[in-house]
């Protein structure tokens, strides 16, 4: 979030990857300037200043921050961790906070999450990276889609719970799962069972953004290729994937989305390092052919999944999340229990406790970090 010349403040005690990182000063007690319209109030007699409600809502925009809760999904050894840290150029990952000694493979899929208060031009907002270490990881992942399932289910039951309070708090914090990054392998060849039952389960309740991992590893043909053989498997397999089509709200949406709609997987880079190529700072990976740079559209289309999920639709994407996705477990769950409130959800999975299914249990570890 550093590019484009913005700084990033984040709290002194925590180590950053980038030089730049600046100690925080709040921009949000300096004095405000006019609302937009105040100036024609004194010289347009029609002007009746319906346009300043733009500027009291970014005010109150301002005042109350954002909150962005990303999963990140793939076996071990993709680099989930580095990109993320790469998206917000700081370390923002679970294994980048959490000093643990080398971590072996779970016996089970254990979900852990880790927050960040994140400050860029006065504009706050919640952190959340959601991580699932031991996904895909064993000989036999049937059904390991189950505990992530349950994870998200889970976040819309407590917002919903909150929701049907007759004392409910005037905000309720948001842990609903806004986005999941799904990392594929390089394999240059075709989607993988697991792949596509992990897609065609969870695309139906959770904003699901694949991604081919570790793209610098295949060529350019052969990247075009995988891309095009995993849309087509996309399809064959009725997986929807965001943005959705079916959620354009016009024609210019539409537009916008088809063109994202065509790079989808993203073939993405992440790197932590910082190399000078032609007098320029840049995030790249050295090899002895040469910089792979991450922002360099020609090399990889890291710059487009930071602008999908950061510059250009991190709002659409938590209200497909807020007005579809949870609307949907929403209404399902009041019918079933009549809208009474701390009423327990049923198991809605087939084989739905964790321990049951091939000995994968879903631990939720919370950890909060100050940025």
């Excluded at 925080?24 to 409600?53: L, R, W």
């Excluded at 000093?99 to 208060?117: A, L, N, Y």
Aim: proline share 6%.
């Amino acid at each position: 979030m550093a590019a484009c010349g913005a700084e990033m403040h984040i709290n002194p005690e925590m180590e950053v990857l980038w030089s730049e990182v600046k100690p925080s000063h709040s921009n949000m007690s300096t004095p405000q300037p006019p609302a937009k319209g105040a100036s024609h109030a004194a010289g347009d007699f029609s002007y009746v200043g319906i346009d300043a409600i733009l500027e009291q809502m970014r005010r109150k925009a301002m005042k109350q921050g954002f909150e962005l809760n990303i999963m990140i999904v793939g076996q071990s050894g993709l680099g989930k961790s580095t990109l993320m840290n790469t998206l917000f150029k700081s370390k923002v990952s679970r294994k980048s906070v959490v000093s643990t000694p080398e971590e072996r493979i779970p016996k089970t899929i254990e979900i852990k999450s880790i927050s960040h208060d994140i400050e860029e031009k006065g504009v706050r907002m919640k952190l959340t990276v959601i991580d699932t270490p031991g996904f895909g990881d064993h000989i036999n992942n049937e059904n390991c889609w189950q505990p992530i399932m349950k994870f998200i289910n889970d976040q819309y039951e407590q917002y919903l719970q909150e929701e049907i309070n007759i004392n409910r708090k005037k905000r309720i914090p948001d842990s609903r799962v806004h986005c999941c990054m799904y990392f594929i392998p390089p394999t240059g060849h075709c989607l993988r069972p697991l792949d596509v039952e992990f897609m065609s389960r969870l695309s139906k309740v959770v904003n699901i953004v694949p991604v081919i991992a570790k793209a610098d590893t295949l060529t350019l043909e052969e990247r075009d290729f995988f891309k095009q053989t995993i849309r087509e498997g996309l399809r064959a397999n009725g997986i929807d994937v965001y943005p959705q089509e079916e959620f354009d709200e016009d024609s210019d949406d539409r537009m916008i989305n088809d063109k994202i709609r065509e790079m989808i997987p993203f073939a993405v880079v992440g790197s932590n390092q910082e190399y000078q190529v032609n007098g320029k700072r840049l995030l790249g990976r050295k090899t002895k052919w040469g910089t792979i740079e991450v922002e360099n559209i020609a090399h990889c289309e890291f710059a487009h999944l930071r602008d999908l999920l950061i510059r250009t639709h991190m709002q659409n994407i938590k209200d497909i999340t807020s007005s579809i996705h949870y609307e949907v477990y929403r209404v399902r769950r009041l019918n079933e229990t009549g809208a009474q409130p701390n009423a327990q959800p049923p198991n809605t999975l087939v084989n739905p406790q964790p321990q049951q299914a091939n000995g994968v249990a879903a631990q939720h570890q919370v950890l909060t970090h100050e940025m």
